[in-house]
């Protein structure tokens, strides 16, 4: 008699509950029990209260910073490596510390990789994760890779809203691609900013290349932590004639003043993913569930078929 194969099962990191919430309510099923034990030095636990002994495991988490994120995800990978889970899968919507994918000066880390190998060591066998900061991250890895875009959610409200004189905007010289990309897609012209950064964010000084005089311009990008470039290149464009900006920015980190600066600045609409659990709220932050997307590369990855069709650029 063919043996069972067991159902999958899902479980979610703390801070990202949420958003695990919902993509288990799309793929069909509740979450996993998960108790977290912590000490009083801040030390923490987590414990599966069910077998996963020979089951496909999903674990949902984003490893923002702090790194008790990441930590808790390698918490998890570890446990269900040693309680006999058949194979181990990190949806993680959020690749946190991406950003030091390269050693751009002297005696620096590169955390990405270090958290590559950190996460295989855990369990890991395979990663499920979205717009990573820089595309060769997926090369850290030594397990399978499912790197999925958020164009998939992004297009279709950006079709919805019927713009014309359309112009697709890359707020600095390295996201120049995924901006062609979106203007590929929406069959429009595409402008770049040049920036020139005084430290880690702080602009000194930006420049535009191409003309948006008369039109409506949609920023693009794959995370927005400051607020800094995004609003600086909105006041920019607006005073170089453009009717509008919105900008599109899949990871919604959100950090310091970003909010004040959104307020003030010309930028019409922020258009964003929950990869990121937000504290806060603002008229101008429109936020797109990425739960569906991931749901259905989870039932994919666990029927064993092609998810071809989620790579829109």
């Not at 912590?38 to 077998?51: A, K, L, V």
């Not at 998939?152 to 004189?165: A, K, R, S, V, W």
């Not at 600045?265 to 739960?291: F, M, Q, Y």
Request: net charge neutral.
């Amino acid at each position: 008699m063919a043996a069972t194969v067991p159902q999958p099962k899902i479980f979610a990191c703390q801070k990202s509950k949420v958003l695990a919430d919902a993509i288990a309510k799309a793929f069909g099923q509740p979450l996993g029990n998960v108790i977290t034990s912590t000490y009083s030095d801040g030390e923490f636990q987590p414990s599966f209260e069910e077998s996963v002994r020979g089951s496909r495991v999903f674990i949902i988490g984003s490893t923002m910073p702090n790194s008790d994120n990441l930590m808790e995800m390698l918490l998890m990978l570890d446990a269900a490596k040693r309680a006999s889970a058949r194979h181990i899968t990190a949806v993680i919507p959020y690749f946190g510390w991406a950003r030091q994918d390269r050693k751009d000066k002297p005696r620096v880390p590169i955390a990405a990789k270090l958290k590559a190998s950190l996460l295989e060591t855990a369990g890991a066998t395979r990663i499920i994760t979205m717009d990573l900061h820089a595309d060769q991250i997926q090369g850290f890895f030594e397990k399978p890779v499912d790197h999925l875009f958020a164009s998939t959610i992004f297009l279709p409200y950006l079709q919805d809203l019927g713009l014309e004189n359309l112009t697709i905007a890359s707020p600095d010289m390295g996201g120049s691609k995924r901006a062609y990309a979106y203007s590929k897609a929406m069959e429009s012209d595409v402008v770049i900013c040049y920036k020139q950064r005084a430290k880690a964010n702080v602009i000194s000084h930006m420049e535009l290349i191409g003309d948006v005089e008369g039109q409506h311009v949609v920023l693009v990008d794959d995370m927005v932590d400051t607020a800094g470039t995004l609003t600086k290149a909105a006041d920019l464009m607006m005073e170089k004639g453009a009717l509008s900006v919105r900008a599109i920015c899949t990871h919604a980190i959100l950090s310091g003043n970003a909010y004040e600066k959104l307020e003030n600045s010309k930028l019409k609409e922020l258009i964003v993913t929950d990869s990121i659990p937000r504290e806060h709220r603002s008229d101008k932050v429109k936020v797109l569930s990425c739960a569906p997307l991931f749901a259905d590369v989870m039932h994919r990855v666990n029927s064993n078929t092609s998810i071809a069709s989620k790579f829109v650029m």
